[in-house]
T-cell receptor
């Protein structure tokens, strides 16, 4: 498969543990945020989104937290599984920017069995 | 499966050449986006089309152009290719132009020799 971002920060977790992936965004005017998962050889896959009028949103096994004060976004994955191993990207859309995504640099999650 | 189809999956060509990458969006989606993913720059937004019209432009070189056809498929044309154009090129689609998840294809890997 493809190697994306060979020098990405890496988070290594034990199977069954919870994972927390962090993202610092740049634009204080951003009001929509998305987390994507990219597996080797695949395109980014939508995981969860959150709007700036929320602090927290939960999905299936995933939670996104938004701290607008410090421009920080995090993705929490509960009971991490080997299939969660991938590169995770946060992306932001500034207000009045239509649907133009600006992606962060990505974090590689490695799950140890 | 995101429903976004990109062809070809791999393309190998030489410097100075011209190539065309093709994208079929998810059924019902009117917006198409093109992104470039290289090892050193992550995912970079290139251009967006909505219902046949150019909607937004990002960091797209003048040597690159795109269009969206009446059947909503899109093509990205890359000309006078340089070694630095080697990258993964992704297409994404969404239903409209307001902030919402974009759904990505699995990309075209372009290698310039």
């Amino acid at each position: 498969g493809e190697s994306v971002g060979l020098h990405l920060p890496t988070l290594s977790v034990q199977e069954g543990d919870n994972s927390i992936i962090n993202c610092a965004y740049s634009n204080s005017a951003s009001d929509y945020f998305i987390w994507y998962k990219q597996e080797s050889g695949k395109g980014p896959q939508f995981i969860i989104d959150i709007r700036s009028n929320m602090d927290k949103r939960q999905g299936q096994r995933v939670t996104v937290l938004l701290n607008k004060t410090v421009k920080h976004l995090s993705l929490q994955i509960a009971a991490t599984q080997p299939g969660d191993s991938a590169v995770y990207f946060c992306a932001e859309i500034p207000r009045n920017a239509g649907n133009m995504l600006t992606f962060g640099g990505g974090t590689r999650l490695m799950v140890k069995p | 499966d995101s429903g976004v189809t990109q062809t070809p999956k791999h393309l190998i060509t030489a410097t100075g050449q011209r190539v065309t990458l093709r994208c079929s969006p998810r059924s019902g989606d009117l917006s198409v986006y093109w992104y470039q993913q290289s090892l050193d720059q992550g995912l970079q937004f290139l251009i967006q089309y909505y219902n046949g019209e150019e909607r937004a432009k990002g960091n797209i070189l003048e040597r690159f152009s795109a269009q969206q056809f009446p059947d909503l498929h899109s093509e990205l044309n890359l000309s006078s290719l340089e070694l630095g154009d080697s990258a993964l090129y992704f297409c994404a689609s969404s239903s409209g132009t307001h902030p919402q998840p974009q759904h990505f294809g699995d990309g075209t890997r372009l290698s310039i020799l």
